[in-house]
């Protein structure tokens, strides 16, 4: 999907596996290289749950059936690969991934029904709120407790904290950046090789 691109950090490509398999794969030493120019990147690896404002060790992605890697050609906005999960959608709010993150984080009024907090106001306030919106401002109304539900809870990282262990909790979808400056897909007539670690062509793309 789209390696048409000009601009890096809109360029990428999609590696699925097939949902028939009944195996997983390790991408460690895979690459994507171009038939025709010999261009190629490396598949980083990732990070397997984002951590905001502290350092995320990454490791070699493993895919399972039917999961699937968005390589970007560019750097990362938030500067690191990751797996999407039901909170990475805060990630939207700031910065512009392409393809955009899916917003499947929980609502704000979802939230709110799991609190101790019992207000019209914080409840009314609670459903105005976008999904995976991060409020920058609390309005002056709101009671110290709504208050702290808002800036607590309401933002990525507590998201995280109350969902990181439901089912469902991570995406199918791992969003790679290879960091390079310059776009690396030809517009037509390009054929992408995906090789794995031992340089064998595992699956071949013509447009």
């Given at each position: 999907?789209?390696?048409?691109?000009?601009?890096?950090?809109?360029?990428?490509?999609?590696?699925?596996?097939?949902?028939?398999?009944?195996?997983?794969?390790?991408?460690?030493?895979?690459?994507?290289?171009?038939?025709?120019?010999?261009?190629?990147?490396?598949?980083?690896?990732?990070?397997?749950?984002?951590?905001?404002?502290?350092?995320?060790?990454?490791?070699?992605?493993?895919?399972?059936?039917?999961?699937?890697?968005?390589?970007?050609?560019?750097?990362?906005?938030?500067?690191?690969?990751?797996?999407?999960?039901?909170?990475?959608?805060?990630?939207?709010?700031?910065?512009?991934?392409?393809?955009?993150?899916?917003?499947?984080?929980?609502?704000?009024?979802?939230?709110?029904?799991?609190?101790?907090?019992?207000?019209?106001d914080c409840e009314y306030?609670?459903?105005?709120?976008?999904?995976?919106?991060?409020?920058?401002?609390?309005?002056?109304?709101?009671?110290?407790?709504?208050?702290?539900?808002?800036?607590?809870?309401?933002?990525?990282?507590?998201?995280?904290?109350?969902?990181?262990?439901?089912?469902?909790?991570?995406?199918?979808?791992?969003?790679?950046?290879?960091?390079?400056?310059?776009?690396?897909?030809?517009?037509?007539?390009?054929?992408?090789?995906?090789?794995?670690?031992?340089?064998?062509?595992?699956?071949?793309?013509?447009?």
């Amino acid at each position: 999907s789209d390696p048409t691109k000009d601009d890096p950090s809109k360029e990428y490509v999609n590696i699925r596996m097939s949902p028939l398999t009944t195996e997983s794969v390790s991408l460690a030493g895979w690459s994507v290289v171009s038939k025709e120019t010999g261009k190629g990147v490396r598949i980083p690896e990732g990070t397997a749950l984002p951590k905001a404002g502290r350092v995320n060790v990454s490791s070699s992605v493993t895919l399972s059936s039917g999961e699937e890697i968005i390589l970007a050609t560019g750097s990362s906005p938030i500067g690191i690969s990751f797996r999407e999960n039901m909170c990475t959608g805060y990630f939207e709010q700031h910065q512009d991934f392409s393809p955009s993150l899916s917003l499947s984080c929980p609502s704000a009024y979802s939230e709110y029904t799991r609190t101790n907090i019992d207000e019209s106001d914080c409840e009314y306030f609670s459903r105005t709120v976008s999904q995976c919106n991060a409020v920058r401002r609390v309005p002056d109304d709101l009671s110290s407790s709504c208050e702290a539900f808002v800036e607590e809870v309401l933002t990525y990282e507590g998201c995280v904290e109350r969902h990181q262990n439901d089912a469902g909790f991570y995406s199918s979808t791992w969003r790679l950046f290879a960091g390079e400056r310059k776009e690396l897909w030809r517009d037509t007539r390009e054929t992408l090789l995906l090789l794995d670690g031992e340089g064998r062509v595992v699956d071949a793309f013509s447009y």
